[in-house]
């Protein structure tokens, strides 16, 4: 992935996260957690500050301050509203991220990321906030049924962003994987097939006549 790709997919993500802390600051105004509202403010600053990290191809300082602060966030608004609310569950959003952060420092010939102690300690400070909500509770109560609204808001936003993200990683490897592919076949000079793309094609004509011969 070369970087205009990789600026525009960073985006479109800074965009998704920037309008998602916009509504959940709404919310917390509406639930009366002030605190949480607070805490907003800079969360919003946040994200502004990424899109200026993001025209300056910052892409490597943008996602770690991004990545950390969505770890501090989902810890804030854990503790405060409770893990009934669904909050912890963006800690699973993040896991599939680092490693295709690895893939993409691979990909731009940048220093990779220890993905695996990462994801390590994503899952530890998670079970450590739902740890204290156990313990102490929230610091806010919210109605019942606006915490089982919440969280199958939550759920559904972080199960899509699984799925989404997961099929985007899956078509980058592909794609990375038929450029090799045709890098390896065609020569780069003539466009035409080299001696192993020239042996390979005629092997697949091959095939398809003692395909065709079958089925007679």
């Known amino acids: 992935m070369d970087m205009a790709k990789a600026k525009k997919m960073s ?3 800074n965009s998704v996260l920037f309008i998602f802390v916009i509504c959940m600051t709404f919310f917390f105004w509406y639930v009366k957690a002030e605190f949480l509202v607070y805490f907003s ?4 600053l946040v994200y502004i500050i990424g899109y200026i990290l993001i025209h300056n191809n910052k892409l490597d300082v943008y996602i770690w301050l991004v990545y950390l602060w969505i770890l501090l ?4 608004t854990t503790i405060g509203l409770g893990y009934n609310m669904g909050f912890h569950l963006y800690s699973m959003s993040l896991i599939p991220v680092i ?3 690895e893939y993409l420092s691979h990909q731009l010939n940048r220093e990779g990321v220890k993905a695996v102690l990462i994801s390590i300690g994503i899952a530890l400070i998670n079970m450590a906030c ?3 909500v156990v313990e102490n509770g929230p610091m806010y109560q919210v109605d019942t049924v606006l915490c089982n609204f919440m969280l199958v808001i939550n759920a559904s ?7 989404i993200y997961s099929k985007l990683l899956v078509s980058m490897v592909i794609n990375s994987e038929d450029k090799l592919k045709k890098m390896a076949l065609v020569d780069r000079l003539t466009g035409l097939y080299n001696r192993s793309g020239y042996v390979n094609n005629v092997a697949k ?7 065709q011969e079958k089925g007679i």
């Not at 403010?41 to 919003?44: D, N």
């Not at 004509?205 to 395909?211: F, H, L």
């Open 205 to 211: 004509v091959i095939d398809i006549a003692n395909s």
């Open 41 to 44: 403010i800079p969360t919003i």
């Open 157 to 163: 936003i972080v199960f899509g962003f699984l799925i």
């Open 73 to 76: 966030y989902m810890s804030v």
């Open 130 to 132: 739902t740890s204290v």
């Open 99 to 101: 490693f295709c952060t």
């Open 11 to 13: 985006f479109m993500v």
